[in-house]
């Protein structure tokens, strides 16, 4: 499953979710991403994306997690909207036979859905608004997917 929502979720019921009726899943890797108030300098913070691009851009990510590293299943929950400071953002379940590889699937989807998807981030503080582009480190998270070829 792969949804975008403006509402938002409870982490633990979607991990009970999906964790029902799994007999011949080993494992289950999730993380739970929660805006950060950053000190005091994010007020708030407001994903944009595009609907319909956006769910099919991330499930093609999701197909290569699936493929790569051999999962049973996974479910990607991302807000849009406005989200306040303590409040989830994203919510990545992986489901496989054994713990490294949904280890890895639920890392890999993260650390591309941190630099690549397409999403528009504003963080609003008290100077105003300000675009956020993924960071040097983000980047080379992601690059290192390419590098590695093992699982």
Request: hydrophobic letters at 40%; charged letters at 30%.
């Amino acid at each position: 499953m792969i949804r975008l929502t403006f509402d938002p979720f409870d982490p633990g019921a979607l991990l009970t979710a999906f964790c029902k009726d799994r007999s011949e899943t080993g494992a289950i890797a999730t993380f739970t991403g929660i805006a950060r108030s950053e000190g005091g300098a994010a007020i708030a913070l407001e994903l944009e994306a595009y609907m319909g691009f956006t769910e099919a851009e991330i499930a093609k990510m999701a197909d290569r997690a699936i493929q790569r590293f051999g999962l049973d299943d996974l479910t990607i929950l991302h807000r849009i909207g406005k989200i306040a400071p303590g409040e989830p953002i994203v919510f990545v379940a992986t489901a496989a036979r054994h713990r490294r590889s949904a280890f890895k699937a639920c890392d890999f989807l993260m650390d591309y859905l941190k630099s690549q998807a397409p999403f528009w981030k504003k963080e609003y503080g008290p100077q105003g608004a300000r675009w956020v582009e993924p960071s040097p480190k983000d980047h080379a998270d992601l690059k290192r997917w390419e590098e590695e070829t093992s699982i």
